[in-house]
């Protein structure tokens, strides 16, 4: 127990050093500290579509390799690299079970997953290194997508409604987010239901802009 403790005070990059030399206990330690992460993303796109079981354990083989696939030599922080492999990974399990293009959904995740109070989806994008395959153009695009979303959310979600997502993407239950705000479970049933109702709408929308 000591030595995980004297562990999770190390930098993630150090771990990721001590992994390297064939300490496998550090990948064990790296999953346990990210697995909040995965769930609040996973919670997240269970709006859009996709059971919530099946897109956490989807943000965890995307964690498991961000864990191994690290280079520490990039400019991005390990913290930066895993969420955005777990991302690419839930987002292409939803992708590809609705068997269609979905644009807006890269952009979607971040705007309830991210880490960050502020800036959703900048610091992903300063590191070009992160995905290769994307041109400055594409990034651009994903940035307007995120303004659009997080305009389009804060005319149409209740401050009510805001604060049922708030809760239940950080990981409270139905009858815990009841019990918090002292309603009935039925009454947030109905609420997440709106809410993923307008998500799917506000995402419609771009996809006929």
Same mark, same amino acid.
């Given at each position: ?19 390297? +030399? ?66 690419? +990974? ?102 997440? +239901? ?16």
């Amino acid at each position: 127990m000591e030595t995980n403790l004297r562990y999770q005070e190390l930098p993630d990059e150090k771990l990721i050093d001590l992994l390297n +030399q064939g300490n496998n206990r550090v990948m064990d330690i790296l999953l346990d500290k990210y697995k909040n992460m995965v769930r609040r993303k996973a919670r997240a796109m269970f709006l859009v579509g996709g059971d919530t079981d099946d897109l956490i354990q989807e943000g965890m083989i995307g964690l498991y390799k961000a864990i191994r696939d690290y280079d520490k030599n990039r400019e991005a922080s390990f913290q930066t690299f895993a969420g955005l492999c777990v991302e690419r +990974q839930i987002y292409t399990a939803v992708n590809n079970s609705k068997r269609k293009k979905h644009g807006p959904l890269n952009s979607y995740v971040s705007i309830f997953g991210t880490e960050s109070d502020s800036g959703i989806y900048e610091e992903y994008y300063v590191d070009n290194h992160l995905d290769e395959n994307r041109n400055p153009e594409e990034l651009l695009i994903d940035r307007e997508n995120v303004r659009y979303i997080e305009r389009a959310l804060e005319k149409s979600l209740s401050k009510f409604e805001w604060e049922v997502i708030k809760m239940y993407i950080d990981g409270d239950g139905y009858r815990e987010i009841a019990r918090r705000m002292d309603k009935k479970p039925k009454t947030i049933d109905n609420a997440l +239901q709106r809410i993923k109702n307008k998500v799917n709408g506000i995402l419609d929308e771009m996809r006929c802009l």
